[in-house]
C-alpha cells in the first residue's frame, strides 16, 4: 500500500495506538459500568438505573467515535472497510504486531462487555415480564405481548379496570 500524499507508515501507527489505547480505557470502562448495572438492575433505584444508563451511553457514544476515526483512516488509505481493512492498515503501518495486540486484546474485552450486556437485558426482560403479570393480576386479564406481531392489538385488552374507589 502506497501512503497517502506523504503519510508515513509512523504517524499512522502513533494514531492507531492512540485510538487504541483510548478504545481499551473506554471499554474498561463500560465493562465495570456493565457489572455495576447488572447490581443496580436488581435493585429498586430508578435513579440509579438512569444515571447509570447515561453513563453507559456516553461511553458507547465515545466508542462509537474512535470506530469512525478507525473507519476514516482505513478509508484514507484505501484499506478497504470493516475488519478486513482495518486489518490491512495493521499490517502495513506496524509490521512488527504489537497494535495488532493491543486490537485483538479490546476485541476480548468487547465480546465480554457484549455478555454483560446481554445478560442485563435478561435481568430487564424478567424483570418487565413479572410487572406485566401483575398487572394482568390486577386487571383481570392475560398480558399482552410486549413485542410481537399483535402488540398493538394486544394493548386493547387490557381497557379500563376499575380498582375502587378511596
Known sequence: MAAADGVRPADIQRHVARILGEESRL???LEQLLRSEAEILRGDDPDAIERIGSSRHQCIDALTGLEAERAEACRLLACGSGREGFEKLLDWCDPARSLRTRWLANLDVARRCKDLNDRNGAIV??????VQQLLAQLRGTSPPSTYGPRTAAGAAVLGYRDLGCA
Open 27 to 29: 471499554l474498561s470502562s
Open 125 to 130: 426482560t424478567a424483570r418487565l415480564n413479572r
